[in-house]
């Protein structure tokens, strides 16, 4: 199995992120149909978060993802492991601090989550992700969480320049916790550069970097290849833009580039999706690609970009899809929640 970097966390080339399973509100387009069976119970929304986490585990996603924003993302995943009885050693976790849970279990919300950088946020929220990720195991007690990443850290959070927070964390990778970040936003590359220069103590404090890589936002591209040639580990978020890189997106102005997507996919004998999927896995600076899927047939639509025959054709033809940042960025800030 790969590791995430240097860190020595072993990994799986999909992981699973749980944006999309732990609320009932998300930007992902068709969201809300993903869920409609559930009709938001928290009950039924736990259990089909298990049945997308079973099926992951069977199929061999050995990472999974969350953060303190996504709702109850970190109370399902950590109740599944513990029912399921999954030895920490065999799995790697990661979370996220930065952003509280606003919405109250509501779709439409006047602020669905709060960010804020700052120590106490910091303090508050790595007890609370160790207590909805506990390994509780007769006498045994341990945790599963090993990655724990700011949450779209940015230069103007003045996260990178904080002492008392990079202190902080410079405590917890003492105690063998690994430190990431994650990135979003039209400048991911400047703040990924910053980010590769924190020392503390002449200690590197970031040794993860979660960004948006798809194929219509390739800005960051140099920054992770940096980042990768040092040894930090890099995961990929958003691989699918939110589900623009899907059938589900009918926009007009969208229509000439989903005829590049179905015309590739039909040559490689795959879906639009597990081709998208399948570009993030083709770069050899990419430890992990993310699935956000919300179902089991999204997960296994996802999972078939395994087998996908990623050519330079595909490359050269797909590359046509890139969009400048500023309009990446500013689409996605139009996503409705739903």
């Known amino acids: 199995m790969p590791t995430l970097g240097s860190t020595g966390l072993a990994v799986s080339s999909i992981g699973l992120g749980l944006a999309a399973l732990g609320r009932p509100g998300y930007i992902n387009l068709g969201h809300a149909d993903d869920l409609a069976q559930s009709a938001y119970d928290i009950v039924a929304m736990e259990r089909q978060a298990w049945h997308v986490l079973d099926v992951a585990w069977q199929a061999g996603i050995r990472y999974f993802d969350a953060a303190r924003s996504y709702g109850r993302a970190e109370e399902f995943l950590g109740s599944w492991m513990r029912a399921r009885q999954i030895a920490p050693a065999t799995v790697t976790i990661g979370s996220k601090w ?122 960051v591209e140099s920054a992770l290849q940096q980042a990768h040639a040092v040894g930090m580990g890099v995961i990929i978020k958003e691989t699918l833009a939110n589900g623009r890189l899907t059938l589900r997106n009918h926009q007009p102005a969208f229509a000439e580039k989903l005829t590049l997507l179905t015309q590739q996919a039909a040559r490689l004998q795959t879906t639009v999706d597990a081709l998208a999927l399948a570009a993030v896995l083709a770069q050899p600076w990419v430890d992990v690609a993310l699935s956000g899927a919300t179902n089991v047939e999204q997960l296994q639509a996802n999972l078939a970009a395994h087998q996908v025959a990623w050519d330079a054709e595909a490359a050269q033809t797909l590359a046509t899809l890139r969009e400048a940042p500023e309009i990446y960025w500013g689409t996605r800030s139009q996503l409705a929640w739903n």
Not at 119 to 125: D, E, H, S
Not at 181 to 187: F, P
Not at 197 to 213: H, K, L, P, S, Y
Request: with cysteine.
């Open 98 to 219: 930065g952003y509280t849970y606003t919405a109250n279990w509501q779709v439409q919300a006047e602020r669905h989550e709060v960010k804020d950088h700052s120590l106490p946020v910091l303090q508050r929220q790595w007890q609370e992700s160790q207590r909805t990720l506990a390994a509780n195991f007769g006498s045994q007690a341990s945790s599963y969480l090993q990655l724990y990443q700011v949450h779209s850290a940015t230069l103007e959070s003045g996260v990178l320049a904080n002492r008392a927070v990079l202190d902080e964390l410079l405590r917890l990778k003492s105690q063998g916790i690994v430190i990431g970040l994650s990135l979003s936003g039209a400048n991911q590359a400047d703040v990924l550069r910053r980010a590769l220069e924190v020392r503390m103590d002449g200690v590197r404090i970031f040794d993860c970097v979660q960004a948006t890589w798809n194929l219509l936002e390739t800005s």
